[in-house]
Nanobody
């Protein structure tokens, strides 16, 4: 069983930065695929980023709208993943969720249905 707790959300002006954390407990997640998803009011949950262990190291994947602005990294010593979000835009406003599962690199990492472990989310609000 993996328990995930997100933190770091808040209210920021457009152009600002936030760093979200996802702390895992229950088991080490260094070899798990860790994903971030977000859900705005009235919209479906959408993929933001994922980090995948490929046997030799981590690979990352980002949705097009955040490439170049968001960076996902894993700290195995802390059993935590961090999502650094820069140049935030009002359209980034959403509830951000962390997810985990034993997934291999592939299109499935962008689909929330493949993740079995979820946190409760942290709110990010970007004002214009």
């Amino acid at each position: 069983q993996v328990h995930l707790v997100e933190s770091g959300g808040g209210l920021v002006q457009a152009g600002g930065s936030l760093r979200l954390s996802c702390a895992a407990s229950g088991r080490a997640v260094s070899r798990y695929t860790m994903g971030w998803f977000r859900q705005a009011p009235g919209k479906d949950r959408e993929f933001v980023a994922a980090i995948v262990w490929n046997g030799k190291g981590d690979e990352t994947s980002y949705t097009r709208s955040v490439k170049g602005r968001f960076t996902l990294a894993r700290d195995n010593a802390d059993n935590t993943v961090y999502l650094q979000m820069n140049s935030l835009k009002p359209e980034d406003t959403a509830l951000y969720y962390c997810a985990a599962d034993s997934l291999s690199w592939g299109p499935g990492i962008t689909d929330p249905i493949h993740y079995g472990y979820w946190g409760r989310g942290t709110q990010v609000t970007v004002s214009s």
